[in-house]
């Protein structure tokens, strides 16, 4: 079974800087579907940060331009690296991953329910 862990969060004052880690049990972010997402209290789960197989990425529109996300292929680890933070971006922050999908057709796609989960890790920004 395939086991996330976060790591690299913690409190850090409006303006700086974390990078947040998960580390996989397996080899799985190489050829998968990965992403980072965030839930702060009262509201929903959101995903702040994708990146496939193909190098392709996407973030959430609040934090273009500030958070980057890559993997490391030989200690199958997943990075989000979080530069300017704002108070806004306090949340618990989860990584998630999944396998490609084969459609009928024979072409590959990322599943929109992702299947692995850490168990999330605290990012608290402070004014």
């Known amino acids: 079974q395939v086991r996330l862990v976060e790591s690299g969060g913690g409190s850090v004052q409006s303006g700086g800087s974390l990078r947040l880690s998960c580390k996989s049990s397996?080899?799985?972010?190489?050829?998968?579907?990965n992403a980072w997402f965030r839930q702060a209290p009262g509201k929903e789960r959101e995903e702040v940060a994708f990146l496939d197989r193909d190098g392709n990425t996407r973030f959430a529109h609040s934090v273009k331009d500030r958070f980057t996300i890559a993997q490391d292929y030989a200690s199958n680890t997943l990075f989000l690296q979080m530069d300017d933070l704002k108070p806004e971006d306090t949340a618990m922050y989860y990584c998630?991953?999944?396998?490609?999908?084969?459609?009928?057709?024979?072409?590959?796609?990322?599943?929109?329910?992702?299947?692995?989960w850490g168990q999330g890790i605290q990012v608290t920004v402070s004014t």
């Open positions: 397996e080899y799985l972010f190489y050829n998968g579907c």
């Open positions: 998630a991953a999944a396998d490609y999908r084969t459609a009928v057709s024979g072409a590959s796609y990322c599943p929109a329910q992702l299947t692995y």
